[in-house]
């Protein structure tokens, strides 16, 4: 049977007391590449945040990568933290340290200490995104499509199964955005890590199809759903 990495049932989700998303239910399993999408207002980063423990999940459940949702805490969220990576739109690099030290810091925080081992790590982060050798750059000397890298790499610092990616090339140009996506779609390919991307973005859907979650009028729809309806009738 497919190991889920992400299985949210009867879900609510909200916003304080503000009811965003009703019964949400689905499923995504190891490995697989799933956009989200949605208009402006719908629900989709108040989903990724219930999903990486930022918003309380109060009605229903959801387990992510082996961790029960419900009910975690501030001592318990850094456990999930680990096993999954989040990429920001607008990068949340710390703009007063170089590309190694904004690495460095996630490693320290997530209990690394070795300073070969973390040396290891960044190396190999950096690598994976195209990046080799640019530690000691400042992020404000980097471009647009380069900061995204340097985010992507500190979400797969400590080998994430799962990475929650909040529209991650909604402030790249086209031709920028077009290798972000490439480099997302081989992580989830040749890692076999299991990618949730919100997005705007139809270009980048048209030209890189996948299964589709959508957030509309407080549900969330899922293609494949629509896909077994129709192949039903
Ligand atoms: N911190 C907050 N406190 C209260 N309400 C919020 C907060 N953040 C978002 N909301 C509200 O929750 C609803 C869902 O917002 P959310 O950001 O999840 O939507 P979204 O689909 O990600 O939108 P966008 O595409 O613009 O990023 C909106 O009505 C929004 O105004």
Redesign the pocket.
């Known amino acids: 049977m497919a190991e889920s990495v992400i299985s949210i049932s009867n879900a609510n989700i909200y916003?304080?007391n503000?009811l965003?998303l009703q019964d949400v239910n689905f499923k995504i399993e190891k490995g697989e590449f799933v956009y989200l999408v949605?208009?402006?207002?719908?629900?989709?980063?108040?989903?990724l945040?219930t999903l990486y423990g930022e918003i309380p999940l109060k009605e229903g459940d959801a387990t992510v990568v082996g961790t029960e949702i419900r009910g975690l805490n501030w001592k318990t969220v850094p456990f999930l933290r680990r096993k999954l990576g989040v990429v920001f739109q607008d990068f949340h690099l710390l703009t007063d340290r170089n590309v190694y030290e904004n690495l460095r810091f996630v490693l320290r925080a997530t209990g690394w200490k070795e300073k070969h081992l973390i040396d290891e790590k960044i190396h190999d982060s950096l690598e994976k995104v195209g990046l080799k050798g640019k530690g000691f750059k400042m992020p404000y000397e980097m471009s647009g499509g380069e900061q995204q890298r340097v985010d992507i790499a500190r979400a797969l610092l400590n080998s994430p199964k799962l990475i929650l990616a909040?529209?991650p090339t909604g402030n790249l140009d086209p031709e920028t955005s077009n290798g972000i996506m490439q480099l997302l779609l081989s992580i989830s390919k040749d890692l076999g890590t299991t990618v949730l991307m919100?997005t705007?973005d139809y270009v980048v859907i048209n030209r890189y199809p996948s299964r589709i979650l959508k957030?509309e009028l407080g549900k969330v729809l899922d293609s494949d759903m629509v896909l077994a309806a129709n192949k039903s009738e």
């Open positions: 916003q304080g503000n965003i949605g208009k402006t207002g719908t629900g989709k980063s108040s989903l945040k909040d529209e919100a705007h957030t």
